[in-house]
């Protein structure tokens, strides 16, 4: 199993986390008045009218036809020769791709967005859309001042998601949202989702949680959803929130092309006499969408879901699709239905269901690729600098940023201009290594290292001002959240629109637990987030191990959430002489087997389990008498898991060490309305036998 995205052990990164009890901000104020919209609706029609005004009166021309491409559409696209010269450049070419270039005009550019019901939507016209209100609006000082300091101060309960609610910063978008509107979707994109849909028997297309949260995507505010229950775990939401984001990103795409190709058109017509300048519709690079995901296989789902949800007249062919179902796909994927994979039966019995469906594909975690629209083609691994979207690991694009970090000729210029940035199965990230992230977010949209290849007039000034960081929009998404991704979400996700997350209760898992184990919960006194790691650690040094040290009982598990953490416990028991083995993410297959023996058979008195190392491999440790959770699993599903492990020894005892700050944690074991007593409560030991 490849886990080429751990963080280096002798580097120890800089926190960035935060008090995981800053999640459940609750401050209700009086919403901002809903007149802004409309003020900023009619500015944009007010600033257009002008532009058309300001035109000369179109000239006659010999012919009026949309450009045609530079190559034949019905030509073959996968010839071995054409796959063998595209795998030996594999996408290092280092083209600057200028936005003007363009290979067609693939749509029309004056449809109407779709509204209630299906309907064209006359006042969100493709002018007032709020595509156009987002990019077209000038950003003040004031508001990248104030947007620093956003708090979240409205909630709305999330319809479909008991125990559930929006909260968000700024204006409440929810307050009065209808749920039955696809609000600023073309209509050819809505229709063919609704075809697709319909082919497949599908039902999901008319739910109004998959609706509300395609809406929340059109508004452009920076969203994070850690409630998503995945499809290896057969979450049905899974698919139907990837079709919504997926159908955000197309109708991104479509609408930069549609607005470009319309300036083009009204440049053309006027001739010289016409400035530039008053169209600016473009950014330095093409790519506007950024998707990362944590392994190859679901790779293979999202881009194949994408490829079906392109309407058909944008697709008559697919360029490199054998490449893409030998370098993304399996035999066994390539197979099925992918669409329905949380439907997927594991053929092996040895390992957990969702295990087999997550690992049971590509597990390749380091991997890029370009996806470019034309008039009637979807080009698979296009030159990043001239893709629409880009779909990634966040380990690859770290690697291109370190190339061109160390090599003038390469650059990651193709980040520069990213507008929507999507994180999908970000606990899966966060099990690699989420600094990979963090740094990703960091390096998208600086300024270009090389002059580009786009009109220089024709580039939006928020681009030439360094603020385009302002106006991307993160959409964050996942099975939980931690205090990483809260960060993350926080502190580098500053969309002047703000910000919207979901929060919600959990019941926690505590009856998927043996009821014959005695489980006793020790809550050790945290200062501040600063000290949290030596106030850990001393209390297991000064409570926990003295316990353990002289007695004669043997298999002792201490069960260790972060690497870090397995280190300076792995030194301790070294310091003190102590009969013990390892099993880390690190721990070769040979060192795990011996490992796993000694400890069965009484040969090691102590056995280190990481989380990481179970997230991999989910190994069933036999000989387990005595359980010491460190520190709790970031992952619910791992808890059971782990103190059931325990079926059958002597005992029949745990004990879970924590603090404050691991509410996070304790919300989705043991459920939000005990996690909230046992963090505040006088007493400090808490003891479960059910």
Not at 595 to 622: D, P, Q, V
Not at 632 to 645: Q, V, Y
Request: hydrophobic share 35%; net charge neutral.
């Amino acid at each position: 199993m490849k886990m080429t995205q751990r963080a280096d052990a002798g580097k120890k990164k800089k926190s960035s986390k935060q008090n995981p009890n800053n999640m459940n901000v609750n401050i209700l104020q009086t919403d901002p008045p809903t007149s802004n919209l409309k003020r900023k609706r009619q500015k944009v029609k007010r600033d257009e009218r002008k532009k058309e005004a300001e035109l000369p009166a179109p000239r006659k021309r010999k012919d009026d036809h949309d450009d045609e491409e530079d190559f034949n559409d019905d030509s073959p696209r996968n010839s071995d020769a054409e796959r063998m010269l595209q795998d030996s450049d594999d996408n290092d070419s280092q083209s600057t791709g200028s936005e003007t270039e363009y290979d067609a005009e693939f749509s029309q550019s004056d449809e109407e967005d779709v509204g209630i019901d299906g309907q064209p939507n006359y006042e969100d016209s493709v002018h007032l859309s709020s595509f156009n209100l987002h990019l077209e609006h000038n950003l003040t000082k004031e508001e990248i001042d104030n947007q620093k300091g956003s708090k979240f101060i409205w909630e709305v309960p999330a319809i479909g998601m008991s125990s559930c609610k929006w909260i968000g910063t700024g204006e409440n978008i929810l307050k009065d949202l209808n749920s039955n509107s696809f609000d600023g979707l073309i209509p050819r994109l809505y229709e063919h989702w609704m075809d697709v849909y319909k082919t497949s028997g599908g039902k999901d297309l008319n739910s109004s949680m998959q609706k509300i949260f395609f809406s929340l995507c059109s508004r452009y505010r920076d969203i994070l959803h850690c409630n998503k229950k995945p499809f290896y775990v057969k979450g049905l939401e899974d698919t139907s929130i990837m079709d919504a984001y997926i159908m955000h990103s197309l109708n991104h795409v479509f609408k930069t092309r549609d607005c470009v190709k319309k300036n083009d058109a009204k440049l053309s017509r006027a001739g010289e006499s016409a400035g530039s300048d008053k169209f600016r519709d473009q950014g330095f690079t093409r790519p506007k969408v950024l998707i990362l995901l944590p392994v190859a296989s679901i790779v293979y789902r999202v881009v194949k879901r994408l490829i079906q949800l392109t309407p058909s007249a944008h697709k008559v062919n697919v360029e490199h699709m054998d490449r893409f179902l030998t370098k993304f796909g399996s035999e066994e994927g390539n197979e099925e239905n992918d669409h329905d994979s949380e439907n997927k039966k594991p053929q092996k019995a040895s390992k957990p269901s969702d295990y087999e469906v997550l690992f049971g594909g590509n597990n390749e975690d380091d991997f890029m690729i370009g996806i470019k629209f034309t008039r009637k083609t979807i080009k698979l691994f296009s030159d990043f600098h001239t893709s629409d979207i880009i779909v990634a690991s966040a380990l690859s694009l770290v690697n291109k940023i370190e190339e061109a970090g160390s090599n003038k000729e390469k650059d990651i210029d193709f980040l520069s201009s990213i507008e929507v940035l999507i994180i999908d199965h970000a606990d899966v990230i966060a099990m690699q290594n989420w600094y990979h992230v963090h740094t990703v977010i960091d390096h998208l949209n600086r300024l270009p290292s090389k002059q580009p290849g786009t009109d220089v007039m024709r580039i939006r000034p928020w681009y030439l001002d360094d603020n385009a960081r302002f106006y991307r929009q993160t959409i964050v998404l996942g099975f939980y959240s931690n205090p990483d991704i809260n960060a993350s979400f926080n502190h580098q996700c500053c969309n002047y629109e703000g910000k919207v997350k979901l929060v919600c209760d959990y019941k926690g898992v505590l009856h998927k637990v043996l009821p014959e184990i005695r489980q006793i919960y020790e809550r050790f006194h945290v200062d501040s987030i600063v000290d949290a790691d030596d106030a850990r650690f001393d209390y297991f040094v000064k409570k926990v191990f003295p316990r353990i040290k002289d007695s004669d009982q043997g298999g002792i598990m201490i069960f260790i959430s972060s690497y870090f953490e397995f280190i300076r416990i792995r030194n301790f028991l070294k310091s003190q002489n102590a009969s013990f083995c390892l099993l880390g993410e690190y721990t070769t297959q040979s060192d795990i087997s011996r490992a796993r023996n000694w400890f069965n058979e009484g040969k090691r008195k102590i056995m280190l389990y990481t989380e990481r190392s179970h997230f991999y491999h989910r190994y069933k440790i036999r000989g387990v008498q005595n359980l010491i959770m460190y520190s709790l699993p970031e992952r619910k599903e791992f808890f059971p898991e782990i103190l059931n492990m325990l079926d059958g020894s002597a005992s029949m005892a745990c004990t879970l060490m924590f603090s404050s700050l691991d509410k996070f944690r304790l919300d989705r074991i043991i459920g939000t309305n005990k996690a909230k007593r046992m963090v505040t409560a006088e007493k400090s030991v808490f003891v479960f036998c059910h």
